[in-house]
Nanobody, 133 residues
Framework: QEQLVESGGGLVQPGGSLRLSCTASGFTLDLDYYAIGWFRQAPGKTREGVACMSVGVGKGYSHYVDSVKGRFTASRDNPKNRVSLKMDNLRPEDTAVYYC??????????????????????WGRGTQVTVSS
């Protein structure tokens, strides 16, 4: 069975850091075949895209929503079935359930910066991140 599992969430003070991991089972999170997205949903709000990674012609790329640029970094780990989201300088408004998701290569995460939530068809169950003093 193919699934994604997030881990690494928790309670952190403002200004602190967390590293979320997303591990695939039943398939390999190879960026040659999948685009990877990170999303979050705060209470009472719609799910929003935070970051994504994919590959274009001859190169990989990643994009971030403006509110996390310079603070969050998405990366591919070794082994290949895991990706991470490093979150630094966390703010209370970053509090949310964070999800990773996968889309077929060529969908979901575009070189022009678009992150299309509806094109991601494999989702984890999420991990809670709470930023509070």
């Amino acid at each position: 069975q193919e699934q994604l599992v997030e881990s690494g969430g928790g309670l952190v003070q403002p200004g602190g850091s967390l590293r979320l991991s997303c591990t695939a089972s039943g398939f390999t999170l190879d960026l040659d075949y999948y685009a990877i997205g990170w999303f979050r949903q705060a209470p009472g709000k719609t799910r929003e895209g935070v970051a994504c990674m994919s590959v274009g012609v001859g190169k990989g790329y990643s994009h971030y929503v403006d509110s996390v640029k310079g603070r969050f970094t998405a990366s591919r780990d070794n082994p290949k079935n895991r990706v991470s989201l490093k979150m630094d300088n966390l703010r209370p408004e970053d509090t949310a359930v964070y999800y990773c998701a996968a889309a077929p290569a060529g969908y979901g995460c575009y070189e022009d910066g678009r992150l299309s939530l509806g094109e991601f068809d494999q989702w984890g169950r999420g991990t809670q991140v709470t930023v509070s003093s």
